[in-house]
């Protein structure tokens, strides 16, 4: 069975830090692009970050630029996105997806395929 699997949610105060994780099972992850997402409620899932499957390519989205940091490591199959700086408005649901694909990742969710459940991440004093 195919899936990914988030970890690392949490309640954490303004200007603190998360890691989130995402273990992929029942694949590689190894020529697969992973992007994280996240939702609001009331709002549209949104693109946080990507990662190409070798790591070459990185992209934020602009409000996270410089806070956020996405990685991978291959040999354990599991994506990162540490997050530090949070913001009240960083609170949402975090959702990591996979696509098989090369080259320049993107953050349009529409050309991932493989998605996890979510994570819940609350930022609040």
Do not use: H
């Amino acid at each position: 069975q195919l899936q990914l699997v988030e970890s690392g949610g949490g309640l954490v105060q303004p200007g603190g830090s998360l890691r989130l994780s995402c273990a992929a099972s029942g694949f590689s992850l190894d020529y697969y692009r992973i992007g994280w997402f996240r939702q609001a409620p009331g709002k549209e899932r949104e693109g946080v970050s990507c990662i190409s499957s070798n790591g070459g390519s990185t992209s934020y989205t602009d409000s996270v630029k410089g806070r956020f940091t996405i990685s991978r490591d291959n040999a354990k199959n599991t994506g990162y996105l540490q997050m530090n700086s949070l913001k009240p408005e960083d609170t949402a649901v975090y959702y990591c997806a996979a696509v098989s694909a090369w080259g320049t990742c993107s953050i349009d969710k529409d050309e991932y395929y493989y998605w996890g459940q979510g994570t819940q991440v609350t930022v609040s004093s």
